[in-house]
């Protein structure tokens, strides 16, 4: 580990006025971390505006090649885009800063720990003052199948997304508001409204988007697990916020059901939401300001040998993004 916390510690955000800089801000605050100050950083656009929070109002400064340098800041928090991270991470580092990055350019490199805490903590205390916090679909992915892999072992698993337009930020949200309104899209490809569209990011040569792309990798790379059969079809919906994930999974040992539900029960931040005779399962209304994975429709796949099916939802800003990060630093402050 590169750099040793000390307590009361000095943050800062990147992409504090955006929709998960903004998420950092609000459970920073609802889990009272030991922060001494706080710097918010954003873009030309948002700079001199004011963002309160606890009890100050604290001024937004414009990202740039000084912000980090004399300030003693020991944590920045990247919740801006891939673009951003790629240019100014490194300047972070460089000024003696450890960075828990949201955006997917440092996810797969060697060196930089991808980390779900339930997980795999552990591979935090070896970084270099880099840490990558995994796509909001493939946390509750890796959520959901570890105790699968701990108890079975994993042959095939096949995800399915249904993602929700927050997954795309503000102007995604803004592109549901306005399509349901009559207008054309500005943001997603086709009308999200009343839709349902099999793009997320861009297609590959092999006709995989980008997100299947990163849902493939990073469940392998947060797994240890670099030759899992995977494939992944992601979907955005016209839902406000939450994920949902269709997960169909091949184990390489036979289970009883009975005991993959109580195995999930007794899994960390893991919900067992399965009593579907009482119309009891997950869905995006039900994990939305939650911080745990919710896990239902739990049933055999007849299909094929040890086949099992389940159905995921779970906070996409949350879990799958702040709370996930909040989390990082809370392990890094255990093990100050």
Known sequence: MGIKMTIPFTCAVVGASGMVGGMFLKILEERNLPIDKMYLYASSRSAGTKIKWKN?????????????????????????????????VPMAVEAG?????????????????????????????????IIANPNCCVVPTVMALKPLLDNYGLKRVVVSTYQAVSGGGVKGINDLENTLGGFEPEFFPHSIAYNAIPHIDVFDEDGYTGEERKMIDEVRKILQLPNLLITSTNVRIPVLNGHSLSINVELERPFELNDVKEIMKNSPSIVLYDEPEKNIYPMPIIATGTDDVYVGRLRYDRSCKNGLNMWV????????????????????????
């Open 56 to 88: 100050e109002s604290i001024i937004v400064e414009e990202l740039n090649e000084n912000s980090f340098i004399g300030r003693g800041i020991d944590v920045v928090l990247f919740g801006a885009g891939s673009t951003v991270s790629k240019l100014y």
């Open 97 to 129: 800063c450890v960075v828990i990055d949201n955006a997917s350019y440092w996810r797969m490199e060697k060196n930089v720990p991808l980390v779900v805490p339930e997980i795999n903590k552990h591979t935090l205390y070896n970084h270099d003052c």
């Open 313 to 336: 939802c779970a906070d996409n800003t949350r879990k799958g993004a702040a709370t996930n990060a909040i989390q990082i630093l809370e392990s890094l402050l255990d093990n100050k």
